[in-house]
């Protein structure tokens, strides 16, 4: 009998061990991560700029399921005549292609509290992000195209 019962708890202790298969519905969606920028341009009006990328200088962006942040410094370590920091923080939607986000946070601190709209694309690895940045207080109305490459 005790052997009976040691046999079915060593088969339960066995059962319980066995990994679950992979619940599709609960991956991370392919955005969560951290992304490098890799190219940059704005347009306004008829003229487009290449702002990226920028010799010592480098840019990432990450996400999560509700929350995004990006962060821009030089790679001196700000041992440079012109040292460079940038960073922001907010919430974002994503609906299909459609990309909102809200900076909550940003060193532009004028930028605070606006909503952008985009258009973000993934294909592999490789995030596009397309859209027009308008603040009428700051006499901003600029067409964005970012493209970041996944770090992880």
């Given at each position: 009998?005790?052997?009976k019962?040691?046999?079915?708890?060593g088969?339960?202790c066995?059962?319980?061990?066995?990994s679950?298969?992979v619940?599709?519905?609960h991956l991370?969606?392919p955005?969560?991560?951290t992304w490098?920028?890799?190219?940059?341009?704005?347009t306004?009006g008829?003229?487009v700029?290449?702002?990226?990328?920028?010799?010592?200088?480098?840019m990432i962006?990450?996400?999560?399921g509700?929350?995004?942040?990006?962060?821009?410094h030089?790679?001196?370590?700000?041992?440079?005549?012109?040292?460079?920091?940038d960073?922001g923080?907010?919430?974002y939607?994503l609906?299909?292609?459609?990309?909102e986000?809200?900076?909550?946070y940003c060193?532009?601190r004028?930028?605070?509290?606006k909503?952008?709209?985009f258009t973000?694309t993934?294909?592999?690895?490789?995030l596009?992000?397309?859209?027009?940045?308008?603040?009428?207080s700051?006499?901003?109305?600029?067409?964005?195209?970012?493209?970041?490459?996944?770090v992880?």
């Amino acid at each position: 009998m005790k052997f009976k019962l040691l046999c079915l708890a060593g088969l339960s202790c066995l059962a319980a061990c066995q990994s679950k298969p992979v619940d599709e519905h609960h991956l991370p969606p392919p955005l969560t991560g951290t992304w490098k920028l890799v190219s940059s341009k704005v347009t306004i009006g008829k003229k487009v700029e290449a702002t990226y990328p920028v010799k010592g200088q480098e840019m990432i962006k990450i996400f999560n399921g509700s929350h995004f942040a990006f962060f821009k410094h030089d790679t001196a370590h700000g041992k440079v005549t012109a040292p460079v920091y940038d960073s922001g923080a907010g919430t974002y939607t994503l609906n299909g292609t459609d990309y909102e986000e809200h900076l909550d946070y940003c060193n532009y601190r004028d930028w605070e509290n606006k909503s952008f709209k985009f258009t973000l694309t993934l294909k592999n690895d490789t995030l596009t992000q397309k859209g027009i940045e308008k603040i009428d207080s700051l006499k901003v109305n600029q067409e964005i195209v970012e493209i970041y490459t996944k770090v992880r």
